[in-house]
């Protein structure tokens, strides 16, 4: 059964960092592209970042460029998301998800919630 | 970047009622959209990609239609469990990938 797992989120104050992770299981990571996508309280969903199973190209939205890393390890079957210089707006359920094809969204974490907030 | 715009917002129908959703792609994205079913506290399941491959598992009252820019998710009798949130997603090429704003169908 294909499972993926976050953990990492919690409150922290604008500004601060914090990294999120992902544990894949069930499948083999190292044959998937990954992404990351979150979605504001009471608010729609926004993709956030992707990496290919090799960590080879990566993307970013406008909205986290600069301040987002995604990264993986593919021999510990996790995908992570270091997130730098919070902002309130950065506020959301963060879900890590299996790429079907190109994007589409096969399978998705249960979610971790990151407050920003002082 | 590529809008997606939903129509409608919320939806109010019966059970039994065939129920449409359109999403409107700002340029066109051949066939490179998804829809993914929402329901309160929990994460999307994908049901329908590449415009109208109905995702492995989803029932067949779910499909898809359309292309370019112009799509439909259609409900063909819509059961107690269909009640929760729909969104689409572009993924052509990179854009980046964007999403519609969601389309909320509640029991009438």
């Known amino acids: 059964e294909v499972q993926l797992v976050e953990s990492g989120g919690g409150l922290i104050q604008p500004g601060g960092s914090l990294r999120l992770s992902c544990a894949a299981s069930g499948f083999t990571l190292s044959s998937y592209s990954m992404n990351w996508v979150r979605q504001a309280p009471g608010k729609g969903l926004e993709w956030v970042s992707y990496?290919?199973?090799?960590?080879?190209?990566?993307y970013y939205a406008d909205s986290v460029k600069g301040r987002f890393t995604i990264s993986r390890d593919n021999a510990k079957n996790s995908l992570y998301l270091q997130m730098d210089s919070l902002r309130d707006e950065d506020t959301a359920v963060y879900y890590c998800?299996?790429?079907?094809?190109?994007?589409?969204?096969?399978?998705w974490g249960q979610g971790t919630l990151v407050t920003v907030s002082s | 970047d590529i809008q997606m715009t939903q129509s409608p917002s919320i939806l109010s129908a019966f059970v039994g009622d065939r129920v449409t959703i359109t999403c409107r792609a700002s340029?066109?994205?051949?066939?490179?959209l998804a829809w993914y079913q929402q329901k309160p506290g929990k994460a999307p399941k994908l049901l329908i990609y590449?415009?109208?491959s109905l995702e492995s598992g989803v029932p067949s009252r779910f499909s898809g239609s359309g292309s370019g820019t112009e799509f439909t998710l259609t409900i063909s009798s819509l059961q107690p469990d269909d009640f929760a949130t729909y969104y689409c997603?572009?993924?052509?090429?990179?854009?980046?990938?964007?999403f519609g704003q969601g389309t909320k169908v509640e029991i009438k």
């Open positions: 998800a299996r790429s079907k094809g190109v994007a589409a969204l096969d399978y």
């Open positions: 590449k415009a109208s």
């Open positions: 340029q066109s994205i051949s066939i490179w």
């Open positions: 990496i290919t199973s090799v960590g080879s190209i990566i």
């Open positions: 997603q572009q993924y052509k090429s990179y854009s980046p990938w964007t």
